[in-house]
């Protein structure tokens, strides 16, 4: 079963008008609420590729009521740790002129050091029964930017392999426990690393640099140029680049990409081996499902994420090379 943990979830609201007129009124054509927040974006794709999971987060008031029903709905079992005030709303607001989406992502609640402690147990419990643990998204208003370090320090020590998804200070903390595979974009590799990763070359250094310094894997997502996995004491990197597909909205899609690529480890019982995943086909293949469901989620509405079978149609398409 894959564990995923989200400390700042959230009730995505997605809204789609003709056209975004600022400082007048709108009429939308379209709306729908999903369950958000990078953790619970991780569950659903897994589900929704027929595996196990469970989703555990921090939540509060009626928004996280709502919450708890939407997965509910989606048949997804979940434990939340309940705090005071409300789960944020983040609204997504998708126009055709000018055509593009706009986000409004909100803070969050502020959470206590006693909340974050029983989130901690509720994760040290379901950790047992865990094939991996997903660790992922922004940490919410209180809780300290060591979080994630210490959690995986925990399950480390349990010997559960875990992937930290997130960035900022939250992910410099987060690198010193060592945690078996991290996925930064583009940008957040960038801002961690400190230079620029212009070219596909400069993006592969920096995958090798990142392993040289603590996880077992990394993933450096690159939206439509697809991602780039480098793995500890291998010479190579593996890029998977995916076919063009229709874009609607990107939002999530690399939440999908870690379902997938732990998705296809699991199916191949490589998420506890030790060393680093080895570089031969079973690497490849779970890198192919990763981007195919990071393009098959983009090709959906807002958070919709992706659909099985649109997976299966990207996934013999998405090409694998070694650098």
């Not at 005071?84 to 050091?113: D, E, K």
């Not at 426990?177 to 801002?191: D, F, G, M, T, Y």
Request: proline share 7%; net charge positive; hydrophobic share 45%.
């Amino acid at each position: 079963m894959i564990v995923t943990l989200t400390l700042n979830p959230s009730l995505d609201e997605w809204v789609r008008v003709p056209r975004l007129r600022l400082g007048e009124l709108n009429r939308a054509t379209q709306y729908v609420r999903y369950p958000g927040g990078k953790g619970i974006n991780v569950s659903r794709v897994v589900h929704e590729l027929g595996g196990k999971t469970l989703a555990v987060a921090l939540a509060g008031g009626s928004d996280g009521e709502i919450l708890g029903d939407l997965l509910a709905r989606y048949g997804i079992p979940h434990r939340f740790v309940t705090v005071p005030g409300s789960t944020r709303n983040n609204y997504q607001l998708q126009s055709n002129s000018p055509q593009g989406l706009t986000q409004i992502n909100c803070p969050g609640p502020r959470v206590s050091a006693a909340a974050v402690g029983r989130l901690g147990e509720v994760i040290r419990r379901q950790a047992v029964r865990a094939s991996c643990v997903v660790l992922s998204g922004s940490l919410p208003p209180g809780a300290p930017a060591t979080t994630y370090r210490r959690l995986i320090a925990t399950l480390r020590r349990r010997q559960i392999p875990t992937v930290l998804d997130t960035s900022g200070a939250a992910l410099r903390h987060g690198l010193l426990a060592r945690p078996w595979l991290i996925k930064p974009n583009r940008q957040e590799a960038e801002e961690l690393l400190g230079w620029r990763l212009r070219r596909i070359a400069d993006v592969a250094h920096a995958a090798k640099w990142l392993v040289a310094r603590g996880p077992l894997l990394a993933i450096i997502s690159l939206a439509a140029e697809g991602a780039i996995l480098a793995a500890a004491a291998q010479p190579q990197v593996l890029w998977a680049k995916p076919p063009k597909v229709r874009v609607d909205s990107a939002v999530g899609a690399g939440d999908a990409l870690v379902a997938g690529f732990v998705s296809g480890c699991q199916a191949t019982q490589s998420l506890r081996a030790r060393p680093a995943l080895s570089f031969d086909r079973r690497a490849g293949e779970a890198l192919r499902l990763g981007v195919a469901c990071g393009a098959a989620a983009a090709m959906t509405p807002g958070t919709e994420l992706c659909h099985r079978v649109d997976v299966e149609r990207v996934f013999p398409r998405v090409t694998i090379r070694t650098l």
